[in-house]
């Protein structure tokens, strides 16, 4: 089982194109993964609006979006399309995420959906067998 630790994007950003762990310079997001590092997990994601699921050396241009901006669908989808990306990364069924994040609610949701999915597939395959 792996620890992974999900923590937000954040608004303010470099100017210029830098590793993901760098381009986010607010304070909020800083304390974010510094203590999503204290934790010494397997792995870190930061989840942007942009891009969704993002590794800490993934180099990324400056950008502007939020999710605040988006409807309900778009953030659905939005959320959907991180929880395809997590599963690439992350086995759904075993390891454990930790999320630190801000207006994130609905990655969790969707999370929480999938597990749930997977976890009545795996009940269900153990039973009929």
Not at 77 to 85: D, F, H, S, T, Y
């Amino acid at each position: 089982m792996k620890t992974i630790v999900l923590v937000s994007c954040g608004k303010t950003k470099h100017h210029s194109r830098s590793p993901a762990s760098n381009l986010y310079r607010g304070d909020l997001f800083k304390k974010s993964l510094a203590y999503a590092r204290s934790l010494k997990p397997d792995a870190i994601y930061i989840l942007s609006a942009k891009h969704g699921l993002v590794g800490l050396d993934d180099e990324l241009d400056p950008y502007e979006l939020t999710l605040t901006k988006m409807g309900v669908k778009e953030r659905r989808a939005w959320a959907k399309g991180v929880c395809e990306q997590l599963s690439e990364h992350v086995d759904l069924t075993r390891d454990r995420l930790i999320f630190h994040l801000t207006c994130w609610r609905q990655v969790a949701l969707s999370y929480q959906r999938i597990a749930m999915r997977l976890a009545i597939r795996a009940f269900s395959a153990d039973v009929i067998g």
